[in-house]
Structure formats: C-alpha cells, structure tokens
C-alpha cells in the first residue's frame, strides 16, 4: 500500500483522488437475465475483474462503487468492496444505482461530495469515473489519466482511433456524411475530472430539456457541453466495454490467452544442454543527480513518492531504482536499452510523451515490451546506492507496487558507499539492476 499522509497532519493543500465504479446497469444487451457487474467472466464476476486494476499505487482516497439495486446481486457484488478496501488500504463506499448510467454517475459524485465534506477535506479533488463493464482495464489507463491530471487538464479521457469507416445515416436509411477517419476516437474509461468540474456538469445537465440529456452518453460530453476542453490520452484495446456476448467472449479470450502465456515456455526460449530451458539474465544500471533546491523537485523512488526528500533530476519522474529494472529487462531480452524504447535526454532522443511518467508505467510499458517478444519474466532484483531515503521501513510497499508494475517478483535493497563517491557526496542515486527471462 502506498503510503498517504494522517488525516490529522494533512495540510490545506493536500490533493485527493475518489474512484467512482458504475456497475449498476441491468445489462440488456448482454441478455444474461441478470446484472451485468455480477456475470461471471472466470470464477470471477466482471466488477471483481474490472477492480483488479485498482490498487494502492494509485494513491486513492475514496473508492465508490455504484451498485445493482436488485438484492441478490448487490448483496454478492457488496463483498468485492472489503477487497479492495484491503488491498487499497482505503475507504470504500457501496450505493445503489440509478435507472440510467448518468444517474447512477450523478449519486456516486454525490457520495464523494458528501465524503469530501465529511472529511473537511480543502484541496482540489480528482475524480475518476470508471465503467465496471470495461472490466480488463489495465492499471497504465488510470496512471495516463491521473497523469493528465496532475498535469493541470481538468477532464480527461481514454480513447483509440476507430478502425472502421464510420458514417452518419439519416432517418430513411440513407448515408448522410462520412465521418473523416483520422479525426475520429473511441472513447473509454477511466475518464478523469476535477470535483468542481463534474459538480459544474451537473448542475448544467439539470437545466437541459429531458431529451438532450438523455443523448449524453458520457460525462465528458456533458463537460463539452459546457464549453470546456477536454483532453485526450492514450486508452488500450483491453478497456473494451462488454455490452454484448460477443464481448463477453472477447473478454475470455484475452484472460485465457495471458493464462496461457503465463504456463506455456514460449519459443523465445532457447535449449541448452539435455534440452533444458536456460534462463536469460539482464543487468540494468541508472543514474539521477539529485535537483537544484530552486526546482522543489520531488522524490519518487522504487515506485514510491518520498515526501520531504530531496527530488531527483530527470525528464520523467527520474526514479533509478524502476529505470534500472526496465534496462535489466531490455537487456536480458536482447531489445537494447531505455533508450531504444523511451528516448534519452543525454542524447536528445527523449520523448514528450514520457516528462513526468512515473517508474510504474515504465515498468509496466517495459514488462509487455518483452513478454510480447515472448519472454516470462522470472525475477528483477535492484539495489539502490543513496546516503537518503532510508528505505527499510518502506522496502515491502515498494516491492509490492514494482512487483505489480513488472507483473513479477521484483526485490529491491539499498546501501551507501561508506562516504565515497558521488552517491557519498550526496550528489545522486545510483542503482543496479539483475532480471531473469524465461
Ligand atoms: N443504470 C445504470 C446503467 C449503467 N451503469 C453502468 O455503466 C456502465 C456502462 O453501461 P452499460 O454497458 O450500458 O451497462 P448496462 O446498462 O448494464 O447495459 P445495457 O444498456 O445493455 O442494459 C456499466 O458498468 C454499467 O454497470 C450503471 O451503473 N447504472
Ligand atoms: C462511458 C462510455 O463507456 C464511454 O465510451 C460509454 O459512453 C457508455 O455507454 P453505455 O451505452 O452506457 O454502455
């Protein structure tokens, strides 16, 4: 769990994350004859599996999930809140839904506003509205919509470019306008917001005539509709909505794929003597010098935010501990360095879209990297070299939040260099990397 400052010493400023999961709808189109949060996927309904995505690493302070009213599967989906309640080490609060998607969205935003007052809590709020239905999300939507976020947009949505010609047709059956392709997006969850946004949205929504708000179908749309910008980051072909059997099926293909992955040896692997599997192993190494004090720049490290230590310098959030990891796994699957897949800043290579990412996506972005050149990925293991932080207290969480950016065990120690050198300078952090690929 990622650790988050005592409600008694939070400072006027503090900002604050809500997840909002609407997983309150009948599921007509899936035609299954009962809530479509609680259809089973695996041995595991949708809402379990679309909560899977949501963990400490996302730095929540609320999580609401918006409910079927029907009493048996809201008593069977209820269960899933003390799960991620554990895992996320945060409050989680379950409401009933409304008749449509908008209503249900409406009284979950509600509940985070009441919580927020309950609270007394002053900063800005972020809130995320997620879709249960889009139940395979992965983690890295989320981290490019919170990073937008943070960034300053005030509403934020997933989206891929459409693969197919799309055309308006009118009422008689008749093309009316193709669409220009390029400019086209669909459109997924998680979408971000500020709270002040979607409570202005809201009250703007309340004063359209029944017919109009009945056409919003999302609640950027709704922002649209105000007039204010919305921005647009990557989204993933996972975050597909299941809406009908066809997607169900999907779904299950993808989860049985990744399973299969995971069990079988891929062909990646090469023989070694009496036919034996052998293992690849990688060395990874990086290094940031701490910022000029005037840039307040702040510390993450191992996955981790360190508040009240030095930050480091760097073109992304400039974490040794995950970049070494990501080279280790380029390394040990032959595929070059950071470089070769994120850019360089010492070589004037480094991408735009990688300021300010966080070690987490990276290492998540590097894992896929080479399982999809058909590796398993064995161990990492890194060691930091810094006179600060210390870092025994907070070794577990960093492990568990890298574990989950790799998608495998990920070890992670630290030392100094007794005085020597410019980690012993206190000039930078240093850290070195081991990854073993099956
Ligand atoms: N009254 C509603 C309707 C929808 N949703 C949620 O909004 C998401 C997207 O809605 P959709 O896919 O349309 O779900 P259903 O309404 O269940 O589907 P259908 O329209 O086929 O009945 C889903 O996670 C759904 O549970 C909700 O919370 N409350
Ligand atoms: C919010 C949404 O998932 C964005 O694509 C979509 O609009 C929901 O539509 P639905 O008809 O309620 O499934």
């Known amino acids: 769990m990622t ?19 609407v997983a309150a709808g009948s599921g007509t189109r899936l035609g299954l004859g009962m809530p479509k949060a609680a259809v089973p996927v695996t041995d595991r309904t949708v809402l379990e599996h679309a909560l899977d995505a ?3 690493v996302l730095q929540l302070d609320l999580v609401v999930l918006v409910l079927p009213r029907e009493p048996h599967a809201k008593q069977q989906l209820a269960a899933t809140s003390a799960v991620v309640a554990d895992r996320c080490g945060v409050e989680v609060l379950t409401i009933p839904g409304g008749e449509a998607r908008t ?11 009441q919580h927020a007052q309950r609270k007394s809590w002053s900063g800005p709020v972020q809130v995320l509205v997620h879709d249960a239905a889009r139940a395979l999300t992965p983690t890295e939507v989320f981290h490019r919509v919170l990073e937008a976020l943070d960034a300053g947009a005030q509403c934020v949505v997933p989206a891929l470019p459409v693969t197919d010609t799309i055309k308006r047709v009118d009422a008689s059956a008749q093309v009316a306008q193709t669409l220009p392709r390029k400019q086209l997006r669909a459109v997924q969850t998680p979408q971000g917001f500020t709270l002040k946004l979607l409570e202005r949205a809201f009250s703007h929504i309340d004063k359209l005539p029944e017919e109009e708000a009945a056409d919003l179908t999302d609640e950027a749309m709704m922002v649209e509709n105000l007039g204010e910008k919305v921005a647009v980051v990557e989204g993933h072909p996972h975050a597909l909505k299941i809406t009908t059997s066809l997607d169900l099926l999907t779904v299950r293909a993808l989860i049985a794929e990744t399973e299969g992955q995971q069990a079988e040896v891929p062909p990646a692997v090469l023989p070694g003597a009496q036919g034996l599997a052998v293992p690849r192993v990688g060395i990874g190494h ?30 992304s959030d400039a974490d040794p501990v995950a970049h070494a990891a990501c080279a280790a796994l380029f390394s040990a699957a032959g595929m070059g360095d950071l470089g070769t897949h994120f850019g360089a800043d010492t070589i004037g290579t480094s991408r735009a879209e990688y300021r300010g990412a966080s070690g987490f996506v990276l290492l998540s972005e590097a894992a896929q990297i080479v399982r999809n050149a058909g590796y398993r990925i064995g161990s990492v293991s890194v060691q930091f070299v810094g006179n600060r932080p210390k870092f025994a207290t907070r070794r577990e969480e960093a492990q568990q939040v890298l574990t989950e950016a790799a998608g ?7 030392t100094t260099s007794d005085g020597l050198g410019f980690t012993g300078r206190g000039e930078g952090i240093a850290a070195t990397a081991t990854a073993v690929l099956y």
């Open 286 to 315: 990086d290094i940031h010098a701490f910022a000029s004090p005037e840039e307040s720049a702040q510390l993450w490290l191992a996955g981790l935010h360190w508040p009240g230590e030095r930050g480091l310098a760097g073109h």
């Open 3 to 21: 650790q988050r400052p005592d409600d008694a010493v939070l400072t006027r400023t503090v900002r604050r994350r809500a997840l909002v999961v």
């Open 103 to 113: 209503e249900s969205v409406s009284s979950g935003v509600r509940a985070v506003q």
């Open 54 to 56: 949501v963990s400490g």
């Open 408 to 414: 495998a065990p990920v070890a992670i120690s630290a």
